[in-house]
């Protein structure tokens, strides 16, 4: 699998959480689409299917973890 840099997942992630917060959810429509592109990202970037896999994936691998590990997705390295 492809991984994404880590400057990528970092912005994706602040990003991420700017959008979806409280505050931001009021924003209106064009908010929440950018909301769900970035959700999107985040999963194709980590290699999951939900966006709270992709959160938990892009921090583990942010936090200098190996990513080849299984760990995260379950995944056997060969």
């Known amino acids: 699998m492809l991984m994404?840099?880590?400057a990528v997942l970092r912005a994706l992630l602040d990003e991420y959480t700017a959008l979806s917060s409280?505050?931001?959810s009021?924003?209106?429509a064009a908010t929440r689409r950018?909301?769900?592109d970035v959700a999107y990202t985040l999963c194709?970037?980590?290699g999951t299917r939900d966006i709270d896999s992709a959160?938990?994936?892009?921090?583990?691998?942010?936090?200098g973890a190996?990513?080849?590990?299984g760990s995260v997705t379950g995944a056997v390295s060969v």
């Open 55 to 63: 959160v938990t994936a892009a921090r583990h691998r942010l936090s």
């Open 34 to 36: 950018r909301l769900d």
């Open 66 to 69: 190996r990513a080849f590990d």
């Open 4 to 6: 994404a840099h880590p």
């Open 44 to 46: 194709v970037s980590t």
């Open 22 to 24: 409280p505050h931001a």
């Open 26 to 28: 009021e924003a209106g």
